[in-house]
């Protein structure tokens, strides 16, 4: 886990629960390898009929080499990285940020794809903690992570922009 920015941290909400000095933080990347049961059953789960996430032979009749992975399947890679990172003794986002899930709401989740993930594929996520900020007089902290997944030859195929925050208690109230 590298810091990138070492400039000291001014900003600080006295209520707040993450980390702030995690900020600029990148977490190892860690390898995940797309499995066709995997893509398979995401498909299944959402709904989707499309035969070229089931199927093979439907796949490379439209012309790829495996089977594709749904667009959302950024979510299961991260679920497997997590499982990795914590098997290998490695801190997940969520707590080298210090999430507090008593109080922790989703914000925003945005992606942008560069390009297909396959079955087949061996890739590497990582995540980056880019910002902390404040809402409604620091009754509300977030923090913004950045995501990618990388192949290692054809580069950047998804990132994910997140936000996090914590509704955090009443300051009378006990934590």
């Known amino acids: 886990m ?3 920015d070492t400039t000291p941290l001014v900003d600080h909400n006295p209520r707040g629960i993450f980390d702030r ?9 860690v390898p995940v390898r797309i499995e066709r049961d995997r893509i398979r059953f995401f498909a299944q789960v959402l709904g989707e ?28 890679v991260e679920a497997v990285a997590n499982e990795e ?9 969520q707590d080298l940020v210090r999430c507090d899930f008593r109080y922790l709401l989703h914000g925003d989740e945005r992606y942008f794809y560069h390009g297909p993930m396959y079955a087949g594929d061996e ?6 903690v880019v910002d902390f900020y404040d809402k409604k007089g620091g009754a509300m902290e977030f923090v913004t992570s950045e ?6 030859t054809r580069g ?3 990132r994910a922009r997140r936000t996090l925050l914590h509704r955090l208690p009443d300051a009378g109230a006990v934590a």
Do not use: C, W
């Open 2 to 4: 590298t810091r990138m």
């Open 21 to 29: 000095n995690t900020r600029g933080r990148s977490l190892e990347p």
């Open 49 to 76: 009929t499309d035969p070229i996430y089931h199927r093979l032979e439907a796949a490379k009749a439209a012309g790829h080499p495996d089977l594709p992975a749904p667009p959302s399947f950024f979510v299961v």
């Open 85 to 93: 990172r914590q098997r290998r003794g490695l801190p997940i986002f």
């Open 123 to 128: 890739v590497e996520l990582s995540t980056t």
């Open 147 to 152: 995501s990618r997944i990388v192949h290692p």
């Open 156 to 158: 950047v195929l998804v």
